[in-house]
């Protein structure tokens, strides 16, 4: 299948779990894909998982707004314009709401938040000059269901869907789409990582109703069972095509029925 054949793209995130498969995915359907992140030796690894070639790497920070502008300024030159930027790109960072610092509160939006802003801003008249604009965000379940811990990542994800119903609107007439991914359950570089920005003194029954009700393959470090990357890159692939073209304005949950 090559339904994104003639599809420009470009991914943040790329160097890990949900931006890497995603970035695969997109490939193996005969897109053009950039994919970026801030951890070099992390897009070292995404390039050596694909067999297809031709992959373009960026280091580039999210947060950092003259790097995003050098960055999405590269990308459009290197592609010759943009059809589809993802911005799976993100940081969970946990503790107790009453002990997080203000400095972790201001380092989760700039990454999650204006980081998914920053890209977006400088996409967007590349994508207007595109046949097929689309942005896909990547919010959480978090951002509609309480997760404990995590004030900071769940107030930026409800502000990425509403930021991302705000572009759905304001550039319906240009033939803009826009749409959410809202994962859960679903091993990524965060989820791997979790028994490290867990706070010491967790309760762990108040996690009970985050874990998903069908059968999954793959477990995270504090063994909750979880779906592998691919479910979602699927998703975004179908989004990214012509397959999504009356999809936008709205969030998309992947998480095995765990909030049913």
């Known amino acids: 299948m090559e339904r994104l054949r003639d599809r420009r793209i470009l991914v943040t995130g790329a160097g890990s779990g949900i ?20 951890a070099e030796e992390g897009l070292i690894e995404t390039q050596k998982a694909t067999s297809l070639g031709g992959l373009t790497t960026y280091v580039m920070d999210v947060a950092d707004e003259e790097s995003v502008a050098f960055g999405v300024r590269s990308a459009v030159n290197a592609l010759g314009g943009l059809d589809v930027v993802v911005n799976a ?77 705000s572009l759905a609107l304001e550039y319906s007439k240009q033939g803009l789409r826009a749409v959410s991914i809202a994962p859960g359950s679903v091993k990524s570089g965060i989820t791997d990582s979790a028994a490290s920005w867990l706070p010491q003194d967790i309760d762990f029954t ?55």
């Not at 967007?124 to 990547?138: C, R, T």
């Not at 985050?210 to 975004?236: F, K, Q, R, S, Y």
Request: proline residues 5%.
């Open 19 to 38: 931006g890497r498969a995603t970035t695969l995915r997109l490939m193996e359907e005969g897109a053009q894909v950039i994919g970026t992140d801030v």
């Open 89 to 165: 790109a993100g940081i969970l960072l946990a503790s107790h709401t009453h002990e997080t610092p203000l400095e972790l509160w201001n380092r989760v939006l700039a990454v999650n938040l204006t980081g998914t802003f920053l890209v977006t801003r400088a996409a967007l008249p590349a994508l207007l000059e595109s046949e097929h604009g689309v942005v896909v965000n990547f919010s959480s379940t978090s951002a509609s269901f309480a997760h404990p811990y995590m004030a900071a990542y769940c107030a930026s994800k409800g502000g990425i869907q509403a930021f991302t119903h």
């Open 206 to 260: 108040l996690f009970g109703r985050l874990l998903p009700i069908l059968p999954t393959d793959h477990t995270t470090e504090v063994g909750n069972p979880v779906a592998g990357p691919e479910t979602v890159a699927g998703v975004v692939a179908m989004l990214a095509s012509d397959d999504g073209k009356f999809i936008t304005g709205t969030e998309i949950r992947i998480d095995g029925g765990t909030h049913t």
